[in-house]
């Protein structure tokens, strides 16, 4: 069963750092990744998606890269600003797949 | 091009009710999954459908069933609820085949409380 892990649970960072966000999974075969962004109690806003034959796609200031072989992906965020504050969730599919296998996230506080 | 949307936003319940949740897809979306996201955790995968037929389960027991109509919107039943299924509902519509999964649209949720 694919396990995803996301490293660290919780970020507080000054506003205009730039930092990374790590997802790990247990198994390579995957057919795509994708990053979401929540709210406290709101549903999920999709950030990018990130298919098995890609290694990255970036968003304005966002970026995220995928390492297959090594069953990683990071989010990176440029110049952070008080509006990034959320969880940020990271979810893959397998090759076979009917689900999304998720993260527990990583909740992220940008101080102003 | 509207979004996924939800029904209801939040709803309170007593354990052993039935309830329903429903959701509308994306325009141009087949398939719908379900999700249960307990408090400090990530989505859970209920089930998914997939041209109004069930396309995968995931660890959840026989009270927790779906549908989906022919508009591709879908519902989600509990029967015999219980205290543990206080949790936000999660709804996502994607573009999907027997390929795999393509991007997943997220609605807003339901917040569903059992007292």
């Known amino acids: 069963k694919q396990e995803v892990t996301q490293i660290p649970a919780a970020l507080s960072v000054p506003e205009g750092e730039n930092l990374v966000l790590n997802c790990s999974f247990t198994?390579?075969?995957?057919?795509?990744l994708q990053w979401f962004r929540q709210d406290p109690g709101k549903g999920l806003t999709s950030l990018l998606l990130i298919q098995s034959s890609q290694r990255e796609q970036t968003s304005g200031r966002l970026n995220a890269s995928l390492d297959k072989s090594s069953g990683r992906s990071t989010l990176y965020i440029a110049a952070s600003q008080p509006g990034d504050s959320a969880t940020y969730l990271c979810?893959?599919?397998?090759?076979?797949?009917?689900?999304?296998?998720f993260g527990t996230g990583t909740s992220l506080t940008v101080i102003p | 091009e509207t979004g996924v949307t939800q029904s209801p936003t939040h709803l309170i319940k007593t354990r052993g009710q039935q309830v329903t949740l429903r959701c509308s897809s994306q325009s141009g979306h087949n398939t719908v999954s379900w999700y249960q996201q307990a408090l400090g955790q990530g989505p859970q995968f209920i089930f998914q459908y997939y041209r109004e037929e069930e396309n995968g389960r995931g660890n959840f027991p026989p009270r927790f069933s779906g549908l989906q109509f022919p508009n591709y919107s879908s519902e989600l039943n509990v029967n015999a609820l219980e205290l543990d299924d206080s949790a936000l509902y999660l709804c996502?519509?994607?573009?999907?085949?027997?390929?795999?999964?393509?991007?997943?649209?997220f609605g807003p949720g339901t917040r569903l409380t059992v007292t």
């Open positions: 198994d390579s075969a995957i057919y795509n």
């Open positions: 979810a893959v599919s397998p090759n076979t797949g009917n689900q999304f296998y």
């Open positions: 996502a519509s994607s573009w999907g085949g027997l390929a795999g999964l393509g991007e997943q649209y």
